[in-house]
């Protein structure tokens, strides 16, 4: 009896099953263009965001004040991912084996070339180099508090009001 | 022919014009690039052939204090005295009441070849570098303040307030223990401590206790020399006259 019932409802879902297919595939096909073109526009909106001067197309990112600028010692794509790694690297070979030169990653080199031209800082300001990012990222920076943000000399002389 | 003559006479003008031009920027570059190699410091980890040490002469000590001063400039010190004012140098006077002579001598860290400073810390901060300065090593440095104690010399300092516009080669801050570095930003660009180059007696005496041609080790050879507290075995870097 169970076996009978199986053929019978086997007939049926068959013919069921072939319309099902169709639906589906219709359903997929929609769903991949709806995809795609919201792909096109996203790309589009990212590439007028870099046109229009900010960083890598992601939004909401701060526009930094970068100071002196100039060459990097590194590209800044690589920077914003391993400044750290290369700080904590050279701050110890500095503190522990006394290494001054050579190093091209010292904080008070980032400081001398990224401190903004208007209050030689980088930090203090939601553009300023160092905090402009880490507020964006919400991560503390803790190496102002004992190391000078400021540029050992200042290179513009505040204009008297 | 007089015209040949003289053309030569000119060409060997210029050439050796050009000579003396070429061996003067030579003279006027190389010490230039020493002077960068000396102002930028060394591309090499610092080695134990070398121990820092200083000979201090307390004769002149009594009414001086140029070396303090110089040390809280060149360090971004307050120069404070209160309990919680870090003082990397103090001056200390002393006197025999049995005698009645007193002196005068400044007391800093004593950069010792055994620092109990060390043997105490638990996190590893407090270090000694392989030339024979003792340091902390703020970013570990917990605040625990154990070194302060076991320091037989008072040397150390609890930093208790917030600071602000440290000096970019003396990077200080609230929470950690601070000390004598023996001015380790100038040393290791070839320059001597803040308070040796400032005193006016030149009775500070920094040089390499380890090279025995230096002249810190000819002096101490031939001349008299007391460690402050010899009896703790703790071989200090830094020397006294006339105590």
Same mark, same amino acid.
């Given at each position: 009896?169970?076996?009978?019932?199986?053929?019978?409802?086997?007939?049926?879902?068959?013919?069921?099953?072939?319309?099902?297919?169709?639906?589906?595939?219709?359903?997929?096909?929609?769903?991949?263009?709806?995809?795609?073109?919201?792909?096109?526009?996203?790309?589009?909106?990212?590439?007028?965001?870099?046109?229009?001067?900010?960083?890598?197309g992601s939004y909401g990112m701060p526009k930094l004040d970068i100071g002196k600028g100039g060459h990097c010692v590194a590209p800044p794509e690589?920077?914003?991912?391993?400044?750290?790694?290369?700080?904590?690297?050279? /701050?110890?070979?500095?503190?522990?084996?006394?290494? /001054?030169?050579?190093?091209?990653?010292?904080?008070?080199?980032?400081?001398?070339?990224?401190?903004?031209?208007?209050?030689?800082?980088?930090?203090? /300001?939601?553009?300023?180099?160092?905090?402009?990012?880490? /507020?964006?990222?919400?991560?503390?920076?803790?190496?102002?508090?004992?190391?000078?943000?400021?540029?050992?000399?200042?290179?513009?002389?505040?204009?008297?009001? | 022919?007089?015209?040949?003559?003289? #053309?030569?006479?000119?060409?060997?003008?210029?050439?050796?014009?050009?000579?003396?031009?070429?061996?003067?920027?030579?003279?006027?570059?190389?010490?230039?690039?020493? #002077?960068?190699?000396?102002?930028?410091?060394?591309?090499?980890?610092?080695?134990?052939?070398?121990?820092?040490?200083?000979?201090?002469?307390?004769?002149?000590?009594?009414?001086?204090?140029?070396?303090?001063?110089?040390?809280?400039?060149?360090?971004?010190?307050?120069?404070?005295?209160?309990?919680?004012?870090?003082?990397?140098?103090?001056?200390?006077?002393?006197?025999?009441?049995?005698?009645?002579?007193?002196?005068?001598?400044?007391?800093?860290?004593?950069?010792?070849?055994?620092?109990?400073?060390?043997?105490?810390?638990?996190?590893?901060?407090?270090?000694?570098?392989?030339?024979?300065?003792?340091?902390?090593?703020?970013?570990?440095?917990?605040?625990?303040? $154990?070194?302060?104690?076991?320091?037989? $010399?008072?040397?150390?300092?609890?930093?208790?307030?917030?600071?602000?516009?440290?000096?970019?080669?003396?990077?200080?801050?609230?929470?950690?223990?601070?000390?004598?570095?023996?001015?380790?930003?100038?040393?290791?660009?070839?320059?001597?401590?803040?308070?040796?180059?400032?005193?006016?007696?030149?009775s500070i005496l920094f040089g390499n206790l380890n090279d025995p041609n230096s002249e810190i080790s000819n002096k101490m050879r031939t001349e008299?020399?007391?460690?402050?507290?010899?009896?703790?075995?703790?071989?200090?870097?830094?020397? $006294?006259?006339?105590?």
């Amino acid at each position: 009896m169970n076996l009978l019932c199986d053929q019978s409802d086997g007939m049926a879902s068959s013919s069921l099953r072939r319309a099902l297919h169709l639906d589906l595939l219709v359903t997929v096909t929609v769903r991949v263009t709806i995809f795609l073109v919201a792909l096109l526009c996203l790309s589009n909106i990212a590439s007028a965001a870099e046109s229009s001067g900010s960083v890598a197309g992601s939004y909401g990112m701060p526009k930094l004040d970068i100071g002196k600028g100039g060459h990097c010692v590194a590209p800044p794509e690589w920077m914003r991912i391993n400044h750290m790694k290369v700080l904590f690297k050279q /701050r110890d070979e500095t503190v522990h084996q006394g290494i /001054r030169a050579g190093g091209k990653y010292s904080l008070e080199n980032c400081v001398e070339c990224h401190a903004s031209l208007s209050d030689n800082s980088v930090i203090g /300001r939601p553009d300023s180099f160092c905090e402009g990012c880490h /507020r964006y990222e919400a991560v503390k920076i803790d190496c102002f508090e004992c190391h000078s943000s400021k540029r050992s000399v200042a290179l513009v002389q505040e204009v008297p009001k | 022919m007089s015209d040949t003559n003289e #053309m030569s006479g000119t060409s060997e003008q210029r050439r050796q014009f050009l000579k003396t031009s070429v061996g003067a920027a030579a003279v006027a570059i190389a010490p230039g690039m020493l #002077m960068f190699d000396m102002a930028h410091g060394k591309t090499e980890a610092v080695s134990g052939k070398v121990r820092w040490g200083m000979l201090i002469n307390t004769a002149n000590c009594a009414d001086c204090d140029k070396c303090v001063k110089a040390c809280n400039k060149e360090n971004g010190l307050s120069g404070g005295l209160s309990p919680t004012d870090s003082q990397w140098i103090r001056k200390v006077e002393l006197k025999d009441l049995r005698t009645g002579r007193s002196l005068a001598l400044p007391m800093m860290c004593q950069h010792c070849a055994e620092p109990p400073c060390v043997d105490v810390c638990p996190t590893g901060a407090s270090f000694k570098r392989a030339d024979g300065i003792v340091l902390v090593d703020k970013h570990i440095c917990i605040g625990c303040r $154990y070194c302060m104690m076991a320091c037989p $010399y008072k040397a150390r300092s609890f930093v208790h307030e917030p600071l602000h516009d440290q000096k970019p080669d003396v990077p200080r801050g609230k929470g950690v223990v601070e000390s004598c570095t023996m001015c380790v930003q100038r040393v290791d660009v070839g320059k001597i401590p803040a308070c040796a180059e400032a005193c006016p007696n030149k009775s500070i005496l920094f040089g390499n206790l380890n090279d025995p041609n230096s002249e810190i080790s000819n002096k101490m050879r031939t001349e008299a020399s007391t460690q402050v507290r010899a009896d703790l075995g703790l071989d200090t870097g830094l020397r $006294y006259q006339g105590i």
